[in-house]
C-alpha cells in the first residue's frame, strides 16, 4: 500500500482496520499511528502481542470503546496459520491493529498475504527532513542541513537533538534573555554534545556482534542502554541483520537480489559481515534470538538480561 493512500484515509477519517508499518523511520510512522487513532478519537494502545489483545477485538457490545492497537515485532503471529482468519472474521467494533516491524521478507506468505496493508516507512530525503525540522525549530538552511547530516537522515534522532537545542535555549532566555536556536546549536556542535549519546549505536552494536568483536560490542551495548534503547529492539535488529548475513553468506545464485529478496544496500551490508561465521553458527544465533524473545514474553527470562545471556552464548 503507498503510503499516499494512508493520508487520503486518514483526511476522510475512514481508517482501515489492519495495517503492517514496515521500515527504519520510526518517527513519521509513530506520526501516522497516531493520526490513524485520532481517526476514531483514540490514543494508540501498546500491546506486546496479538494473542493478548484477542478476545477484546471480537468483543461488539454496544459499550464497547474502539481502540487502535500497536504492536511491535510479532514474529510468533507471522508463523500462525490462522492468521487469515482471525483478520477476516474477528476484529470488530471500528478496532484498528497496526503491526509494526523493522523489516520482513517479501519472499512469506504472510507478506504476499497482506501485500495491500503494508506500508513502508523508509528514510526521507534532506528537502523532506528539512520541512519536518522547520516545523519544529527556527534553523537556518545551512544548520539544518549540517542536522539532518550529523543524525544520518534519522528523524527520531533529529528530535531528540532538537530536543536539546531547546533546553540550552531555554537556559539562554532565563539566564541572558536571549535566544538564538543557530547559535545554539553551533555551541553544541561545537562541545560535542550534538553526539551524544549516538543515536545510530544499535546498528554498531549489531555490526560488532557480526564481525565476532566481544569488546566493542559490550561497549556498544552500554550506550544503547544509555538512550534507553528497548532490548527488544536490538534483538529484532540483530535477527534480522543475522537472517540477511546467512542469506547472503549460503546464496549458491549470482543473482542474490533476486534469490533472497533482499535490496542491493542490505546485501551490501551484509556482504561486510560475511565468512565470519559458519551457515551453522548463523542458524544458531538466530535460533538462540527467537529463544530469548520468547521467554522475555513467558518470564522464563528477564528483558534486563537477555542481551548480556546472547553475548555470552554467541561471542
Known sequence: MDITVVKQQIQKKE?????????????????????????????????????????KLSANSF??????????????????????DFFDEKIQNKNIVI????????RTKFYKAYTDSIVNFERLNEQILSKYVHKEIDLSERNTRTLIEICEYD?????????????????????????????????LVEEGVIYEPPYDAIFDFVDAVLKRKPKLAYNLYQQCQAIGEANMTLLSVLYSNTKAVLQVQSCPSKDIAKSTGLTGFQIKLA???????KNRELVDMMKL???????????EIEDAVSIEYILVNVL
Open 289 to 299: 534470538i527467537q529463544k530469548v524473545e520468547r521467554s522475555i514474553k513467558t518470564g
Open 15 to 55: 481508517p482501515q482496520h489492519f495495517y503492517i508499518f514496515v521500515g527504519e523511520e520510526v518517527a513519521v510512522m509513530d506520526i501516522y499511528i497516531n493520526k490513524i487513532a485520532e481517526c476514531i478519537n483514540v490514543k494508540p494502545t501498546r500491546a506486546d502481542t496479538v494473542a493478548d489483545i484477542m478476545p
Open 99 to 106: 503491526l509494526c516491524f523493522y523489516s520482513l521478507d517479501k
Open 155 to 187: 528523524l527520531s534522532r533529529i528530535y531528540l537533538e532538537i530536543d536539546k537545542i531547546y533546553q540550552l535555549a531555554g537556559y539562554f532566555q532565563r539566564a541572558y534573555n536571549m535566544v538564538s536556536y543557530d547559535k545554539v546549536f553551533e555551541i
Open 271 to 277: 556482504k561486510e559481515k560475511c565468512g565470519i561465521y
Open 63 to 84: 459499550l464497547s470503546v474502539p481502540q487502535c492497537y500497536v504492536i511491535r515485532e510479532d514474529k510468533e503471529f507471522i508463523k500462525s496459520d490462522a492468521v487469515q
